[in-house]
């Protein structure tokens, strides 16, 4: 459990929350994603009950969130910005807007998923880029296969940049079917709903887990094509050594606008992924995904 005395306990429980969905790779990947609670405060200026929402703010992992890493927001401002949105041509200009509806001092920047989180209405949402989601998401037939996977229980949102129009989509999707626990949001990822932190936790883990056993039950036995001659990963001491030489250059090129560190793999996946025959192909796809 998070043990920070002075952290209101919604936040709290936030944390705890995010700390155990960001520690399993399956869940989202590694800074991707963020996660929100509603819950009263006092007002100290008024003494007045107010409604807040802390979200995971910009950048970050939820591995490691902090109470730092938590934006405060009045959900009453943040709901406000619905009567002035320049709609879609002018997204950018929300993300300033955020900042208005701030709650008090310190605490991260609201990204520009804040949307999301904030006109959902529900206390508790994740927002989460797990393997098995992503892959209902990118796709062909994304829409199919998840009322295949879900039925109604996790509705379709088709592509949309992440902004606040994707927010005001995911709250109507989320209003028009009560029976929802959550939406695949094409080209993007997962996002889940509760009205509890445990609820929300159950049903991001229930469309993640569910997701991955239909596309096992569904996969080919080399969803990569099979495997490609000349491409069967070299023994160890000669693949270290091909890309210790390889390494200066790499980096040299993707240094070109600022410096770079990188990183050597050579898991096991990894290595099967590069010897088969679809991988130029996929791998030129991420370089173009929305």
């Known amino acids: 459990m998070t043990d920070q005395p002075h952290i209101h306990p919604v936040a709290a429980q936030l944390l705890d929350r995010s700390h155990r969905l960001g520690a399993d790779p399956r869940n989202t990947n590694y800074a991707g994603g963020n996660t929100s609670a509603k819950g009263a405060a006092t007002d100290?200026?008024?003494?007045?009950?107010?409604?807040?929402?802390?979200?995971?703010?910009?950048?970050?992992?939820?591995?490691?969130?902090?109470?730092?890493?938590?934006?405060?927001?009045r959900v009453d401002r943040l709901r406000a910005l619905t009567g002035v949105y320049p709609g879609v041509a002018r997204e950018d200009e929300m993300v300033a807007a955020f900042d208005y509806c701030l709650h008090g001092k310190?605490?991260?920047?609201?990204?520009?998923?804040?949307?999301?989180?904030?006109?959902?209405?529900?206390?508790?949402?994740?927002?989460?880029?797990?393997?098995?989601?992503?892959?209902?998401?990118?796709?062909?037939?994304?829409?199919?296969l998840t009322?295949?996977?879900?039925?109604?229980?996790?509705?379709?949102?088709?592509?949309?940049?992440?902004?606040?129009?994707?927010?005001?989509?995911?709250?109507?999707?989320?209003?028009?079917?009560?029976?929802?626990?959550?939406?695949?949001?094409?080209?993007?990822?997962?996002?889940?709903?509760?009205?509890s932190s445990e609820e929300c936790e159950r049903n991001s883990l229930h469309i993640i887990r569910t997701a991955e056993t239909f596309l096992a039950e569904r996969g080919t036995p080399e969803p990569f094509g099979?495997?490609?001659?000349?491409?069967?990963?070299?023994?160890?001491?000669?693949?270290?050594?091909?890309?210790?030489?390889?390494?200066?250059?790499?980096?040299?090129?993707?240094?070109?606008?600022?410096?770079?560190?990188?990183?050597?793999?050579?898991?096991?996946p990894?290595?099967?992924?590069?010897s088969r025959a679809e991988h130029p192909r996929l791998a030129a796809l991420g370089t173009s995904c929305p």
């Not at 703010?57 to 938590?70: N, Q, V």
């Not at 005001?168 to 626990?181: C, G, Q, S, T, Y």
């Not at 490609?228 to 000669?238: R, V």
């Open 270 to 274: 990894v290595l099967d992924f590069l």
């Open 44 to 73: 100290p200026v008024t003494g007045d009950e107010v409604e807040l929402m802390w979200v995971k703010g910009s950048g970050g992992d939820l591995g490691t969130l902090t109470a730092g890493g938590l934006a405060a927001l």
């Open 147 to 195: 009322a295949e996977c879900f039925g109604d229980t996790v509705v379709w949102v088709p592509w949309r940049r992440p902004g606040f129009q994707l927010g005001l989509d995911i709250a109507a999707v989320k209003e028009a079917h009560p029976r929802a626990i959550g939406c695949v949001l094409g080209g993007h990822g997962i996002t889940a709903w509760g009205a």
């Open 106 to 144: 310190g605490g991260a920047a609201p990204s520009i998923d804040t949307a999301m989180h904030g006109l959902v209405d529900a206390p508790h949402v994740d927002h989460l880029h797990p393997d098995s989601g992503i892959a209902l998401a990118c796709a062909a037939d994304g829409e199919k």
């Open 226 to 268: 099979p495997v490609q001659q000349g491409y069967e990963p070299l023994p160890e001491d000669e693949r270290r050594a091909r890309a210790a030489a390889l390494a200066p250059l790499i980096r040299g090129l993707a240094s070109t606008d600022r410096p770079q560190v990188g990183h050597y793999t050579a898991t096991e």
